[in-house]
T-cell receptor
Framework: SAVISQKPSRDICQRGTSLTIQCQVD?????MFWYRQQPGQSLTLIAT?????????ESGFVIDKFPISRPNLTFSTLTVSNMSPEDSSIYLC?????????????FGPGTRLTVL | DQQVKQNSPSLSVQEGRISILNCDYT??????FLWYKKYPAEGPTFLIS?????DKNEDGRFTVFLNKSAKHLSLHIVPSQPGDSAVYFC???????????FGAGTTVTVRA
């Protein structure tokens, strides 16, 4: 597995502002992902963070709203832009170490975002 | 379009008894299935997985059963312990696609 940390762990933000969430892994990993868990809902994949190239977004998510950076194999950021109360969620990064098993992904502790 | 479904939002079980969590999927391209456990204020923790070439995988107190023809899998926890009280998510992916599709989760409460 991998040890994953996220910053911040939680934040309360005003409508119209932006927040950048950081994800740090203790080892190099090929694949990193960003998920969202809205209140009372399941986890939904936002995008795959690709090292050295643009992220691959899922249907319903766009780069202008959720810009992602992946400068190296251990770090990624997700920005939630021009926030509205509907963006209040837990944002999670995950990694697929690519060693052992088939497709186990390991998750960070999450960032709990509240937008007022 | 929910491709992975957990139809039981909650389950209450007595300590020492068996917990059985169910999961159904609709996408026939899924061939790898995982269970995650989540405590409040923490990220999901990987529990156990199974590939479509198997019908059973066991790891300690946790066993996952897969019925491909029925597109159904289940997680058995025996014996259930108070620390097992958490939300359990079923997830699935295809062999050519590393994206995970998650079910809505089942909240398990283990009673003393």
């Amino acid at each position: 597995s991998a040890v994953i940390s996220q910053k911040p762990s939680r934040d309360i933000c005003q409508r119209g502002t932006s927040l950048t969430i950081q994800c740090q892994v203790d080892s190099q990993v090929t694949m990193m992902f960003w998920y969202r868990q809205q209140p009372g809902q399941s986890l939904t994949l936002i995008a795959t963070a690709n090292q050295g190239s643009e992220a691959t977004y899922e249907s319903g998510f766009v780069i202008d709203k959720f810009p992602i950076s992946r400068p190296n194999l251990t770090f990624s950021t997700l920005t939630v832009s021009n926030m509205s109360p509907e963006d209040s969620s837990i944002y999670l990064c995950s990694v697929r170490p690519g060693t052992g098993g088939f497709n186990e992904q390991f998750f960070g502790p999450g960032t709990r975002l509240t937008v007022l | 379009d929910q491709q992975v479904k957990q139809n039981s939002p909650s389950l209450s079980v007595q300590e020492g008894r068996i917990s059985i969590l169910n999961c159904d999927y609709t996408n026939s391209m899924f061939d790898y299935f995982l269970w995650y456990k989540k405590y409040p204020a923490e990220g999901p923790t990987f529990l156990i997985s199974i590939s479509s070439i198997k019908d059973k995988n066991e790891d300690g107190r946790f066993t996952v059963f897969l019925n491909k023809s029925a597109k159904h899998l289940s997680l058995h926890i025996v014996p259930s312990q108070p620390g097992d009280s958490a939300v359990y998510f079923c997830a699935a992916s295809g062999s050519n696609d590393y994206k995970l599709s998650f079910g809505a989760g089942t909240t398990v409460t283990v009673r003393a």
